[in-house]
């Protein structure tokens, strides 16, 4: 296998006081070590040359990507580190003990590589290949499925240490996620080794896709406790690969349950046809357990946002949940059966929900509790709802609960094919004429009255009116209605057509 200056370099510095001359190199192309020759005036591309300093001549042809491991210092090596890439010994070691370094170096990967090759003959697992590639890099490595959730590592106590990484559902913290976020987007489609970088160390990451090019997964190996060094990126890129082949031997590799689950209710929700298992898994899972349905709209655009990483998050912070895409939005389920009271829910949803909402602009609508699976859409239409009615009446908020606003919804929802008119009783219309041309509302009297009951002693007070004088409005309402208010029937469908009035002169204020 042939190897990088820059991963020559690190590891020669391990054991030997080494300064590198000229730029560094990722590019996986230098053949294994040779010994200078004395008296050889050539110096070949992609080779790695192992000399001490009396022994170079003094104008050699140099070619380009040259590496020079050179024991000893001279004025003659300026020529050499104008042309190449040096690496210098100063100190007196023993040549051939550095020679037999380096071909460590180089017998290491090529074992390594021989490892990996060995293993495709025995229908490997992922964990297998990461075990493998753990001796090489030295550094804790994992394998994210779609939605971020561990399917294998190499160490986890190593990985959980500096607390980015979650013990007990695998995913990257919460303020970690937001640190990051406030630094750049994570594209899901991007190519080949990339940096993320957080303030406790670095992760180096590989997007997995399968043979359609969909998005299976994420290659991580972690930073923490070491700079990156040039050609691990390449290394990392291979390793994707391999991981590819054998997702593609075996595609259940990247799924669990949790994953399952949520693809089975992901067809609920868009009313597909749902497998055997599936519905196996459904009839196991349902009435079991109490949830709320959350839905989350971004306000503003996150192309390049992770959503698969965002939902991962969320079920960190709420464990025994499941968030997935739906239509452009996130949609959630929340596990109830943890909270006592409804407003524990409430306070727990505020304090971890607020600080992602204000980062990421986001508007949240959380639904009632339901705990039939198979009625996920219509409380998840109510989680649109509250979003909906609560940009309406409490724009200034952007956490909004659906029972809040259940009135206003059954009361919208309630008119059928008519138009509110049509619900009108004899005489209503006169009343919103005088409200028109009068210095008095009717409309304003009648539903204040209604509010309370028909106390007229509490009316009056929120009017700001004798009591007398709410008696005698009263009576003129009653008159021109010609019903009677103490039929509880006639006073519902009162109370409903004022309250769909303020519905629709609130809509016509927006």
């Keep these: 296998m042939k190897l990088c200056v820059d991963i020559i370099f690190e590891r020669l510095s391990r054991k030997y006081p080494i300064k590198m001359y000229g730029e560094g190199n990722g ?151 937001l640190e990051f976020l406030r630094e750049k987007d994570l594209s899901l489609d991007r190519k080949g080794a990339f940096l993320l970088e957080f303030e406790a160390g670095n992760v180096l990451c590989v997007n997995l896709f399968n043979e359609s090019d969909e998005y299976m997964g994420c290659l991580c190996i972690d930073q923490c406790n070491h700079s990156f060094v040039g050609g691990e990126d390449k290394i990392a890129e291979y390793v994707a690969s391999m991981i590819e082949k054998v997702s593609e031997l075996s595609p259940v590799l990247l799924k669990n349950e949790h994953s399952s689950l949520r693809e089975t209710l992901r067809n609920i929700m868009n009313e597909m046809p749902m497998s055997k298992n599936q519905k196996l898994l459904l009839r196991s899972s349902n009435n079991k357990q109490s949830y709320i349905c959350i839905s989350m709209h971004c306000l503003k655009r996150f192309l390049a946002l992770p959503v698969g990483y965002l939902c991962s998050v969320l079920e960190n912070l709420f464990p025994e949940s499941i968030f997935f895409e739906q239509n452009n939005t996130i949609l959630g389920m929340i596990l109830l059966d943890g909270f006592e009271k409804e407003n524990q829910l409430t306070d727990e949803l505020k304090a971890k929900i607020i600080p992602m909402m204000e980062e990421m602009q986001l508007c949240v609508g959380v639904s009632n509790s339901f705990s039939d699976l198979y009625m996920l859409r219509t409380y998840y239409f109510q989680a649109e709802a509250a979003i909906e009615n609560g940009e309406l009446y409490k724009p200034d908020q952007k956490l909004h609960f659906f029972s809040e606003f259940a009135l206003t919804e059954m009361v919208a929802n309630s008119l059928g094919g008519f138009p509110l008119e049509a619900y009108f009783p004899n005489g209503f219309r006169k009343l919103q004429t005088h409200d028109q041309v009068g210095a008095i509302s009717y409309l304003e009297t009648l539903a204040v009255f209604l509010e309370e009951n028909m106390s007229y002693a509490k009316a009056a007070r929120r009017l700001f009116v004798h009591r007398s004088t709410l008696i005698e409005r009263i009576s003129r309402i009653e008159s021109e209605l010609e019903i009677d208010f103490n039929d509880p029937d006639q006073r519902l469908q009162l109370q409903i057509i004022l309250k769909a009035l303020s519905i629709e002169k609130r809509m016509d204020i927006e």
């Design 27 to 177: 590019k996986m192309v230098l053949h294994a070590p040779e010994l200078y020759i004395d008296n050889t005036l050539q110096f070949y591309a992609d080779h790695v040359y192992l000399a001490t300093v009396e022994h170079l001549p003094q104008r050699p042809r140099i070619e380009k990507n040259v590496v020079l491991v050179c024991i000893g210092e001279s004025a003659r090596l300026s020529y050499y580190k104008e042309h190449a890439t040096v690496l210098l010994i100063k100190k007196k070691v023993d040549f051939f003990e550095v020679y037999k370094s380096i071909q460590g170096i180089y017998e290491l990967f090529h074992n390594w590589e021989s490892q990996l090759l060995e293993l495709f003959m025995k229908s490997p697992s992922i964990q297998d290949v990461l075990n493998c590639t753990y001796s090489v890099l030295e550094r804790p490595i994992f394998i994210l499925d779609t939605s971020f959730q561990f399917v294998a590592a190499t160490s986890m106590n190593e990985a959980t240490k500096d607390g980015r990484w979650s013990q007990n559902r695998g995913s990257l913290d919460p303020e970690a996620f």
